[in-house]
């Protein structure tokens, strides 16, 4: 089964789209804006494992990968 949130590789800008369950959340730029969007959906902070790869599949760089081309595998 896959991960209900997925996590896209950054923009140009660093900014990750968020997408949950085939709906687009929006933009996260940092960890703590993955976290808002998150929240707004109903996930608490609190409960959410960043390295939980049930709950969200990283694409193209994991949880620390913010930055114009942090998640190029070169």
């Known amino acids: 089964m896959a991960a209900p949130i997925t996590v896209h590789p950054p923009d140009a800008e660093g900014g990750r789209r968020v997408v949950a369950r085939g709906r687009i959340l ?19 902070p609190a409960d959410v494992r960043l390295d939980d790869p049930e709950l969200i599949e990283w694409r193209g760089g994991g949880a620390w990968a913010w930055g114009p081309g942090d998640g190029d595998e070169s």
Do not use: R
């Open 26 to 44: 929006g933009t996260a730029h940092h960890v703590y804006d993955l976290l808002d969007l998150l929240q707004a959906v109903g996930l608490e």
